[in-house]
């Protein structure tokens, strides 16, 4: 059984990047899509992009300017980067497998990961 | 970007009621729906995809139907572990775009 665990700093300071990883275990990352989602506290989900293994990316326009996926099938880990954080990207961050042909089905997710943008 | 809306935003239900939620899409999405449930510091989990397909491993008393921009998810006889929140999720169009969720409550 896949398991995804999302790590990473949970205090970002505004204007920096935050960065985070999610490990893979139980499976390879290759041959699935891999997405990125958060929830800001009390709200509901957006999809931030997803990476095919082999290095293939689709962002969500509103964030395409300042996000950066990317995945290492040596460390069988997939990567999130968000550049010039403000307040509004507080958010629980969880990371989600699809298998194809079925890419917009997100079937197993990471347990999520809390980051918080402060000075 | 596509507008995923789903009503009630609330609803209270007694154990072994059946419950029904709504989601309509702003753009015909054909069938490309999914349901999640998730509960407080969870993770979503997937419960139906393309509108109607059971995920393996869920019970059978969740259902969804809906095709085009109308959809609905129907929990039979709801039991204690279902009360939680719901979201539907369209996969049509770029970006992918979850409704507001709705809070299945206690009554």
């Known amino acids: 059984q896949v398991q995804l665990q999302e790590s990473g700093p949970g205090l970002v300071k505004p204007s920096e990047t935050l960065s985070l990883t999610c490990s893979v275990s139980?499976?390879?990352?290759?041959?699935?899509?891999w997405s990125w989602i958060r929830q800001p506290p009390g709200k509901g989900l957006e999809w931030v992009g997803y990476?095919?293994?082999?290095?293939?990316?689709k962002y969500n326009p509103t964030l395409e300017s300042r996000v950066t996926i990317s995945a290492d099938t040596s460390k069988n880990e997939v990567s999130l980067e968000l550049s010039s954080v403000t307040a509004a990207d507080t958010a629980v961050y969880f990371c989600?497998?699809?298998?194809?042909?079925?890419?917009?089905?997100?079937?197993?997710w990471g347990q999520g990961t809390q980051v918080t943008v402060s000075s | 970007d596509i507008q995923m809306t789903q009503s009630p935003s609330t609803l209270s239900a007694y154990v072994g009621d059946r419950v029904t939620i709504s989601c309509r899409a702003s753009?015909?999405?054909?069938?490309?729906l999914a349901w999640f449930q998730q509960k407080p510091g969870k993770a979503p989990k997937l419960l139906l995809f393309?509108?109607?397909s059971l995920q393996s491993g869920v019970p059978s008393r969740f259902s969804g139907s809906g095709s085009g921009t109308e959809f609905t998810l129907t929990i039979n006889s709801v039991q204690p572990d279902d009360f939680a929140t719901y979201y539907c999720?369209?996969?049509?169009?770029?970006?992918?775009?979850f409704g507001q969720g709705t809070k299945v409550e206690i009554k």
């Open positions: 990476i095919y293994y082999s290095g293939s990316t």
């Open positions: 999720q369209q996969y049509n169009t770029y970006p992918w775009t």
């Open positions: 753009q015909i999405i054909n069938r490309w």
């Open positions: 393309d509108a109607s």
């Open positions: 989600a497998r699809s298998t194809p042909p079925y890419i917009g089905v997100m079937r197993d």
């Open positions: 139980g499976g390879s990352i290759s041959g699935y899509y």
